[in-house]
């Protein structure tokens, strides 16, 4: 393979692609990224002691996890615009493997980390009954727990 073809063939196939480029596996990620969500909140809630946490749950969870997908999207976009960056002024590091895959990836992943935080803190918890700090905590377990950490695994180690 050359060199210019293993360019272009990093650029079509990081894991992270499928996060911007819609295909079969979404049918799994929705679902799981679903329960993911909901797991992490219901256990917050518990842990917080939050009352009424089912209705809590039931007037965010959609926003919640639509959240989570916008904020993978734009940090999926970043490490892409990284990569291209990276390739228009001809880095010799290489995305695909380890460790080129991971050092690329944590800017998208810290990105989509604090873009759902201040969304949820906003959007999905900003008109519920709960105080400031129940919002905060409750938005931080969402992006500590709910960020998208598999953007940093190398296709091939």
């Known amino acids: 393979m050359t060199k210019n073809n293993l360019k272009l063939y990093n650029i079509l196939f990081p894991i992270w692609l499928f996060w911007l480029w819609p295909t079969v596996i979404w049918l799994i990620i929705l679902p799981a990224n679903f329960v993911i969500d909901t797991l992490v909140l219901v256990i917050a809630l518990k842990v917080l002691h939050i009352g009424q946490a089912f209705a809590v749950w039931k007037r965010s969870i ?49 990105l989509s980390g604090v873009l759902i935080y201040f969304f949820n803190r906003k959007l999905s918890f900003g008109r519920q009954e709960l105080t400031a700090v129940q919002i905060h905590k409750l938005s931080l377990a969402l992006a500590v727990f709910t960020a998208p950490y598999a953007m940093m695994i190398p296709l091939y180690g």
């Open 62 to 110: 959609v926003k919640v996890w639509l959240i989570g997908f916008v904020s993978d999207f734009l940090g999926a976009a970043l490490i892409l615009a990284i990569m291209l960056l990276l390739d228009a002024v001809g880095s010799p590091l290489n995305t695909i493997l380890f460790p080129g895959t991971t050092i690329i990836s944590i800017p998208g992943v810290l």
